[in-house]
């Protein structure tokens, strides 16, 4: 593709539906988009037990609002990504049933306990604000304004899980020791949610040379360390000594080391292989499948009234 005509002296071009376009720079944003819309659902539906198990009615009330929340901006995002014309909402989520959406890493690992789920909540939703407001610049005019919308909500999402934890930790020692364990079984995966080091990264070149992304994996990783380790100690959590990170004092910020982070089984995440993956995608596909004769009879009313708006009643 000649790069020329997404780019302007300024940087990367800004595009809306009603402009043309390179087909490749469609492409290239509905996989983006695409990937993170699924994250949204898949990040509910781990999260929706929990609204059951949650300890009290406020906390119940709060998880009830993030989940919906949550599958609220994956229907914005289809929705963005559906304007670029490659492929529709109902053919990503059918995607995404079969198993073949891609989502995020940590959306693959079963949840099983409240004391996770400031493991999502606080950290996995810190990271996600990270990466989700430099999209506010992103050069797909939709997507910009879905995250103007979606920030504002994630904002309110790391609070929830923010006091979840100082609660948690408040607790008996056993309560923070289980804490405890499960932010050493989650790290790793909080780590390699930005993805890999940008040099493995396959989509990260052309994805920044049009400005779909404005920040590299790696410096995201970085603003998330400088703000969330010292949140986590705050509340009395330790920093487990692997993987290692390195604090480089002179510039401010920690380096992690790369080798000590299981790429391979990373991989085998993104890929949808992962021994969780199919529970997870299961169930997102039971849940589509029971729901599926309500879209039926919405399509046989549309089809029947030929998308006439209704009449009023006399
Ligand atoms: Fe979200
Ligand atoms: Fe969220």
């Known amino acids: 593709m000649d790069l020329d005509t997404v780019k302007t002296e300024a940087g990367p071009r800004r595009f809306?539906?009603?402009?043309d376009m390179p087909e490749e720079y469609r492409k290239a944003a509905t996989r983006m988009i695409q990937f993170h819309a699924n994250s949204e659902v898949m990040g509910g539906y781990l999260e929706k037990p929990f609204i059951r198990q949650a300890p009290s009615l406020d906390r119940k009330l709060a998880f009830s609002a993030k989940v919906q929340d949550e599958i609220g901006h994956a229907q914005l995002l289809y929705r963005a990504a559906e304007t670029l014309g490659v492929k529709t909402r109902d053919e990503m989520l059918d995607e995404l049933a079969a198993g073949e959406g891609k989502f995020l890493n940590c959306f693959h690992y079963p949840m099983t306990d409240w004391v996770e789920t400031p493991m999502i909540a606080?950290?996995?939703?810190?990271?996600?604000?990270?990466?989700?407001?430099?999209?506010?610049?992103?050069?797909?005019?939709?997507?910009?304004?879905?995250?103007?919308?979606?920030?504002?909500?994630?904002?309110?999402?790391?609070?929830?899980?923010?006091?979840?934890l100082r609660e948690l930790m408040s607790g008996p020692?056993?309560?923070?020791?289980?804490?405890?364990?499960?932010?050493?079984?989650?790290?790793p995966r909080i780590l390699q949610?930005?993805?890999?080091?940008?040099?493995q990264s396959t989509h990260h070149?052309?994805?920044?040379?049009?400005?779909?992304?404005?920040?590299?994996?790696?410096?995201?990783?970085?603003?998330?360390?400088n703000a969330y380790i010292p949140k986590a100690e705050k509340y009395g959590l330790e920093i487990p000594d692997e993987p290692r990170l390195i604090y480089h004092e002179d510039e401010g910020r920690y380096e992690v080391v790369e080798e000590d982070l299981d790429w391979d089984e990373f991989w085998t995440v993104a890929k949808n292989d992962y021994e969780g993956s199919d529970e997870?995608?299961?169930?997102?596909?039971?849940?589509?499948?029971?729901?599926?004769?309500?879209?039926?009879?919405?399509?046989?009313?549309?089809?029947?009234?030929a998308g006439a708006a209704p009449q009023a009643a006399d």
């Open 280 to 305: 997870q995608i299961g169930s997102r596909r039971r849940r589509q499948e029971a729901v599926e004769w309500v879209r039926n009879a919405m399509d046989s009313w549309e089809s029947a009234s």
């Open 205 to 225: 070149g052309f994805a920044s040379e049009v400005g779909l992304k404005t920040m590299a994996n790696d410096e995201l990783r970085q603003a998330f360390l």
């Open 173 to 187: 020692k056993a309560t923070r020791e289980r804490v405890q364990e499960a932010f050493e079984e989650w790290w």
């Open 193 to 199: 949610f930005f993805g890999p080091v940008n040099e």
């Open 122 to 164: 606080f950290f996995v939703d810190g990271a996600a604000m990270r990466r989700q407001a430099t999209l506010k610049s992103t050069s797909w005019q939709p997507y910009a304004h879905a995250m103007d919308k979606v920030c504002f909500e994630e904002g309110f999402h790391v609070k929830h899980g923010e006091d979840i």
């Open 16 to 19: 809306s539906p009603k402009d």
